[in-house]
């Protein structure tokens, strides 16, 4: 699924907005891993190669994790967590 897509579903959509040269980002990527084998949607987004995308989301900092649906972000998670916190940040966001 794509950012547009999931800004117009109606089902919430997990949003991970990262740079590839941020140490915290670089710390976050297992426990981005590890919420995608939970089933969690997750999407990922290079701020760097999208700056556009992220200045719609309005993101500021990464890493974060957005929660987005219908046309808008829900909530939003930004520096790095540890796993339980991502978790409880993203439940009710799996695939099925």
């Given amino acids: 699924m794509t950012i547009p897509k999931a800004m117009k579903s109606k089902k919430t959509?997990?949003?991970y907005a990262y740079t590839k040269w941020s140490n915290p980002c670089t710390l976050m990527s297992p426990i981005i891993e590890s919420l995608?084998?939970?089933?969690?949607n997750i999407i990922m987004l290079?701020?760097?190669s999208e700056p556009e995308t992220a200045s719609k989301?309005?993101?500021k900092a990464?890493?974060?994790l957005l929660q987005v649906s219908d046309g808008r972000v829900l909530k939003?998670?930004?520096g790095a967590h540890n796993l339980k916190d991502c978790i409880g940040f993203c439940e009710g966001t799996t695939k099925n």
């Fill in 57 to 59: 989301l309005k993101v």
């Fill in 13 to 15: 959509t997990i949003v």
């Fill in 76 to 78: 939003s998670l930004k």
């Fill in 36 to 40: 995608a084998k939970r089933n969690i």
């Fill in 62 to 64: 990464v890493p974060a």
């Fill in 46 to 48: 290079d701020t760097d």
